[in-house]
């Protein structure tokens, strides 16, 4: 399971393309995609 600290860190990130460019999407969606194939 995700922990929340994993999740804060998600949603901030999410947060911050509203606020920066849309590249930043990518590393974020990139390092989440990662992230949950490290739990799977």
Known sequence: ???AEDLRAFFSCMQGI???EKC???LCFKVFV???QHIL
């Open 34 to 36: 990662l992230t949950l």
């Open 1 to 3: 399971m995700l922990r």
């Open 18 to 20: 509203l606020l920066y």
């Open 24 to 26: 930043y999407f990518f």
